[in-house]
Structures are given as structure tokens and as C-alpha cells.
């Protein structure tokens, strides 16, 4: 294998087949130690979170394509944490793709002047980041990204579209368990001129609550694993 990519939380190599193998690491995005999916920086390392993140995806991604939905998923090796993809070229130098059902994180500390923590944001809120820890993972809105080059109107569409398609996913299942999701992170890319999720699904990669209070991502998973 041949490392093309190291990221805050998986390495990236290239395979001989012309697949793509992501290595997940044991780290988490989040500040001063303390858990946040919404901060653009590693703040934390959690034994066991990569397997856990791939545990997670692996569920996630099957019952995807049980619902007719494409994705970049083709295989896992949970004991070595990897997992081979398809290749996804990515939309400019990365994209992420935030979808909240509850207004919190860095969203209030946006908007709190306008909305309180905790808010139901009805429908589900779809933004998009520019994946750019020098400058905070900087916002994009949609005519942004046409007007860059980055991503056509009709790919906006579709990427949104499918993003609060599998959300909804998401959320009904962690629901049936007694779980709230709060929101979750994506990443899009392109294969063949198709727009389809790429990266993961993990579970450090969504805020989730159970009775009021946030759960921990290796906990997040054994709740989802061990139904």
C-alpha cells in the first residue's frame, strides 16, 4: 500500500486494484480534551475509537445500500481498523457536510444572539465547510460553491438531498434504541460525475444523547452494535 493522505482521524493508501484503503486512528476532533464532532481539530485520543468509528460506518454503510443508496463502501477489516473504498475524488481540496436537527455546538456559537441551545431545527439544517483547520473550516453556501468552481447547483441539490435522506436514516435507528441524534458530519465526492458519501459514517462523527446527557463515541457504538 502507498499512503496518499494522513488525516486528523485516518490515513489514506492507495491499493493495487484501484480501490482506496482508509486506516482509522484512535483520535477525535474536539477542544481542551473534551469531545466535539463540530471542532476542526484533533483534541482528544480515545482508546478504541477507531474501530469503534469503523464498526459504526460499517453498519451504517450496509444498511444504506439496503436502501438503494450509493456509497463509496466496498469492504472492512475491523480487527485492523481499515476499511476499502471506492475512489472518490473529493470536491476542491474537501468538503464536509453538517447536518442539524438540534441547534447546538458551534452553530449557537454562531447564532446563539437568535436561537437557544437545545432549539429542534424542524426538517433537519444542511451547511457546508471547507476543510481548512488554518482557517476554521470556513462556511460555504451553495451559490459559493458554483461560483469557485467547486460543485455545480444540480451536485448541491443532490448532495443535500441525500444528506437529509440519510440522516433521517440515521436518526430512526438510533431512535428505535432510545437514542437522540443531535447532528452528524459527512463527506461527499464524486465518482464518475455521481455525487456519493464518502469517508464514514462513525460514531465520532455525530453528537447523540440518551436521557439529557451527550454519549461518549465507544459508548455510542456499543449501544448501536449491542441491540
Not at 476543510?131 to 470556513?138: I, T
Not at 468552481?149 to 434504541?177: C, H, N, Y
Request: some cysteine.
Amino acid at each position: 500500500m502507498n499512503k496518499i493522505y494522513s488525516g486528523k482521524t485516518k490515513d489514506v493508501y492507495s491499493l493495487d486494484n484501484g480501490n482506496v484503503m482508509l486506516k482509522f486512528k484512535d483520535d477525535c476532533t474536539g477542544k481542551d480534551g473534551v469531545f466535539d464532532p463540530g471542532e476542526n481539530t484533533v483534541g482528544l485520543t480515545i482508546e478504541g475509537i477507531g474501530k469503534a468509528n469503523l464498526q459504526t460506518s460499517v453498519y451504517y454503510f450496509e444498511m444504506l445500500k439496503k436502501a438503494g443508496i450509493k456509497t463509496h463502501y466496498v469492504s472492512a477489516d475491523v480487527e485492523n481498523a481499515t476499511m476499502e473504498v471506492l475512489p472518490g475524488k473529493v470536491f476542491g481540496h474537501g468538503l464536509e457536510v453538517i447536518c442539524r436537527l438540534v441547534a447546538t455546538g458551534s452553530f449557537i456559537r454562531r447564532y446563539g444572539e437568535y436561537i437557544a441551545d437545545g432549539t429542534v431545527l424542524e426538517g433537519g439544517y444542511v451547511e457546508c465547510t471547507f476543510k481548512n483547520d488554518e482557517k476554521g473550516d470556513p462556511l460555504v453556501t451553495s451559490e459559493g460553491l458554483a461560483a469557485l468552481g467547486v460543485m455545480s447547483p444540480a451536485m448541491f441539490e443532490s448532495m443535500k438531498e441525500q444528506t437529509l435522506k440519510i440522516t433521517k436514516i440515521v436518526a430512526d435507528d438510533l431512535k428505535s434504541i432510545g437514542l437522540d441524534l443531535w447532528d452528524i458530519k459527512f463527506e461527499f465526492g464524486y465518482n464518475n460525475d455521481e455525487v456519493i458519501l464518502i469517508d464514514e459514517i462513525a460514531s465520532g462523527n455525530m453528537r447523540v444523547y440518551k436521557d439529557g446527557k451527550i454519549v461518549d463515541p465507544v459508548e455510542l457504538t456499543k449501544l448501536i452494535l449491542n441491540r
